[in-house]
């Protein structure tokens, strides 16, 4: 079993639509979650982080943590077509580094 | 401020041939990381410093991969022999400070990339 778990995608939504993007770990004693967004050739940039249950809201984008299921996600709210990217779900590991999932693919459509 | 810089951008080089490429992580920023992107792989860690340090080196694929950091700053990942199975695009990342907390102080920024390809 992968430490982080993402569906690949591409997950492809209408413009204006709620994306929701979900990533599963397999530590249960992790403590810190990351999403990061990365377009096409470009490296990856942060975009939220959360360490605590429930849901955490940055504009447009809410992270939401289950610690028991061991479940993260990404929402963004009226999406956009510059919204469209690789979404990389992180998990902080031992000495912080970070142990990503295979990221999912986001396609929002005019 | 400046961002983390990597150079070069884009190497090609021989198979067997040794190449160096080079980290300058956010001023003031004590934890450096190294990272790999490829295909297969996904995004997968390489090495950890913090200062001149390298506490974490799990993830560096063989013996023929090495990393130093010289005055906290400046880092160079060097493999030795490369191999077409080398060819990947090296990411670094460098925080304010490392290690176990959590906080603002430990977001890892990326640096834009060294895209290398072995023939």
């Known amino acids: 079993q992968k430490e982080v778990e993402q569906n690949s995608g591409p997950l492809s939504v209408p413009e204006g639509a709620i994306a929701s993007l979900n990533c599963t770990y397999s530590?249960?004693?992790?403590?810190?979650f990351f999403w990061y967004r990365q377009y096409s050739g470009k490296s990856p940039e942060l975009i939220m982080f959360?360490?605590?249950?429930g849901d955490k809201e940055d504009g447009r984008f809410t992270a939401q943590l289950n610690k028991a299921s061991q479940y993260v996600s990404l929402l963004i709210r009226d999406s956009q077509p510059s919204d469209s990217a690789t979404y990389l779900c992180?998990?902080?590991?031992?000495?912080?580094?970070?142990?990503f999932g295979a990221g999912t693919r986001l396609a929002v459509h005019p | 401020g400046a961002g983390v810089s990597q150079s070069p951008s884009n190497k090609v080089t021989e198979k067997g041939k040794d190449v160096e490429l080079r980290c300058d992580p956010i001023?003031?920023?004590?934890?450096l990381y190294w990272y790999r992107q490829s295909l297969g792989q996904g995004l997968e860690f390489l090495i950890y410093?913090?200062?001149?340090?390298?506490?974490?080196k799990s993830g560096l694929p063989s013996d023929r991969f090495s990393a130093e950091r010289t005055g906290g700053s400046v880092s160079t990942l060097t493999i030795q022999r490369t191999q077409q199975e080398d060819s990947a695009v090296y990411l670094c990342?460098?925080?304010?400070?490392?290690?176990f907390g959590t906080g603002l102080s430990y977001e890892q920024y990326f640096g834009p990339g060294t895209r290398l390809t072995v023939t």
């Open positions: 959360i360490y605590s249950n």
């Open positions: 990342a460098s925080s304010l400070v490392g290690g």
């Open positions: 001023s003031g920023h004590t934890a």
């Open positions: 410093f913090q200062g001149n340090s390298a506490p974490d």
């Open positions: 530590d249960r004693g992790s403590q810190s």
């Open positions: 992180a998990v902080k590991g031992g000495y912080n580094k970070l142990i």
